[in-house]
């Protein structure tokens, strides 16, 4: 069998707390997963569970209180361009246009000046920000913002993504638009995708499989295979295969007795 | 026409009436006193005719100017890296962070008189001086300004494949610009005090020293002149400043409307 292109083993993550008695909040406990290659794995779990711990480990932005992160085989230990990083707040730079942004990576590389702007042409297409290469990004929507962030990292071609609730902050036609629109960009450069959402929809609309997440210490509780047919359209959400995957979480996340209000999507059940 | 009721709203009516009240005021009460007291501003208007037709006027705003000029880039020049370093690098920063909270509470006039001893009486004592005014407020701002860049930037572009010195180059420094720029505009203030002070002391042309000897020979109303060119200078190099800001920086300023 093939080697996964992420593997995550036994992470643990304790957070040292100014105070010694405490001995630190846990933040993450024996996290085991592996990502194959081309795959969108989704990580859903409510708000402080970890699971942009997880990420943050994962992109080499904090270490590990123990375990490792293995990335084509390679423990990782620091950030690099081979894992793009997509936040919530949009990360652009405001002092750059949004082309100016999207070149970023491409002078990080030290490309010809006619590749990048090539490059760059290219992903402004395919993403949809053909008009406001000029513009700056507070001059943006938030929509328009993340794409940009999407096309930025898009210029340097990395086979993984790693997103952190990129949608989170949109409104819901929005975020719809965003969700295709990532469907679309996975369907033609087939990256490696780490998602990470607490919005259930978001989570089997856009996942082959599911990781969920308990709160505090954060654990993986319970993997769901997603098999709905792709490309997938929006009317899938109302078929019974969505319908059955979502009952399935959401008894899950009953029986485990999280708070229903900080999952989205979700009316409280009692 | 509705013009007279909405009249205060506008700007520059409100100047030129503000302006109005204010000079009707010191007419009112120059009148009740002796010129040598308070001079009339008509009596300013004619020193400020005469000492521009025979340019004693211009030479002092010259040399004034041309001290806090020079003297304020060159601390600007020497601030901003070392605050942008010491912002950065924490070895840098906790060796001479003890010097800069000391130095900073000293006022600089009290070095007027070290000033002359270790670089005498030309051009290069006053100079200094400006230096040392502007060298510690250009710092503080620019540290502040590193220490408040989103880290979001900075992992945007480390996962971007930005090394520290790019990040350094192209990240941090970008955002810092609003701070520092703050702290240049703040140092030139600073700046006209200290070349007063220094001027009142050891100088023999520049507005400091007009103010000073005007007194010697009771001539009120050329003080006068020496204060009023001083709040127009600053408010012109402040504009030009401002102006220049606008022109060129103005995309880092935007950093402030986010969120």
Redesign the interface.
């Known amino acids: 069998m093939a080697e996964a292109k992420i593997q995550v083993k036994d992470l643990w993550k304790t957070f040292e707390s100014s105070e010694k008695s405490s001995g630190g909040t846990e933040a993450l406990r024996e996290i085991n997963f592996e990502i194959w290659e081309g795959e969108i794995l989704c990580l859903l779990g409510p708000s402080g569970c970890g699971k942009t711990t997880v990420l943050n480990i994962i992109?080499?932005?904090q270490k590990p209180s123990r375990g490792e992160v293995l990335v084509n085989g390679r423990r990782i230990d620091?950030?690099?361009?081979d894992?793009?990083?997509i936040?919530q707040?949009h990360?652009?730079?405001?002092?750059?246009?949004a082309l100016q942004n999207i070149l970023?990576?491409s002078?990080?590389?030290g490309r010809e000046r006619q590749e990048s702007l090539a490059l760059a042409d290219r992903y402004i297409n395919l993403i949809g920000l053909n008009g406001f290469q000029n513009h700056?990004?507070?001059q943006l929507s938030g929509g328009m913002q993340q794409r940009v962030?999407i096309a930025?990292?898009l210029v340097?071609q990395p086979d993984i993504l790693?997103m952190d609730e990129p949608f989170g902050k949109l409104d819901a036609q929005t975020r719809a638009t965003m969700q295709i629109l990532l469907l679309g960009v996975w369907e033609k450069l087939c990256p490696t995708i780490l998602f990470i959402t607490h919005d259930i929809d978001e989570a089997i609309f856009l996942g082959d499989r599911i990781l969920v997440m308990s709160y505090r210490p954060g654990k993986i509780i319970k993997e769901f295979k997603v098999t709905l047919d792709r490309p997938r359209d929006y009317e899938v959400i109302t078929t019974s295969a969505y319908q059955e995957i979502k009952r399935e979480i959401l008894l899950l996340l009953k029986g485990v007795g999280q708070n229903y209000s900080s999952v989205r999507g979700v009316e409280r059940i009692r | 026409m509705k013009t007279e009721t909405i009249a205060y709203k506008n700007i520059y009516f409100v100047y030129a009436f503000s302006l109005f009240l204010f000079f009707i005021s010191w007419f009112a009460l120059a009148s009740r006193t002796i010129p040598l007291f308070f001079p009339s501003p008509w009596l300013v208007l004619l020193a400020f005719q005469e000492m521009i037709k025979d340019g004693t006027l211009w030479g002092h705003i010259q040399i004034s100017l041309f001290r806090i000029l020079t003297g304020w880039a060159i601390g600007s020049g020497l601030g901003i890296p070392l605050g942008l370093l010491m912002g950065d690098i924490r070895f840098i920063r906790n060796m001479l962070n003890p010097y800069v909270q000391f130095f900073r509470f000293i006022p600089p006039i009290s070095f007027v008189t070290l000033s002359l001893i270790w670089f005498g009486m030309g051009e290069t004592s006053k100079v200094v001086l400006i230096i040392y005014t502007t060298i510690f407020i250009v710092t503080i701002n620019t540290i502040a300004g590193v220490m408040s860049v989103?880290s979001?930037?900075v992992?945007?572009?480390?996962?971007?494949?930005?090394?520290r010195f790019?990040i350094f180059i192209?990240?941090i420094f970008?955002?810092t610009?609003p701070f520092l720029l703050t702290g240049m505009r703040l140092a030139m203030g600073n700046s006209f005090m200290t070349i007063v002070s220094a001027e009142m002391i050891a100088a023999d042309k520049g507005l400091g020293f007009l103010i000073f000897t005007s007194r010697l020979f009771m001539q009120t109303e050329k003080i006068f002149v020496g204060i009023i060119s001083l709040g127009i200078l600053g408010f012109v190099v402040d504009a030009i400043f401002r102006f220049a800001i606008n022109k060129c920086a103005k995309?880092?300023l935007?950093?402030f409307?986010?969120k």
Do not use: C, D
């Open positions: 992109a080499g932005f620091k950030p690099g361009p894992r793009g990083v936040f707040e990360g652009l730079f405001p002092w750059r246009t970023f990576g002078e990080m590389m700056y990004p507070h962030a930025r990292i340097n790693l | 989103n979001i930037h992992q945007s572009a480390l996962s971007l494949g930005a090394n790019n192209r990240v970008p955002s610009v995309q880092y935007f950093f409307k986010e």
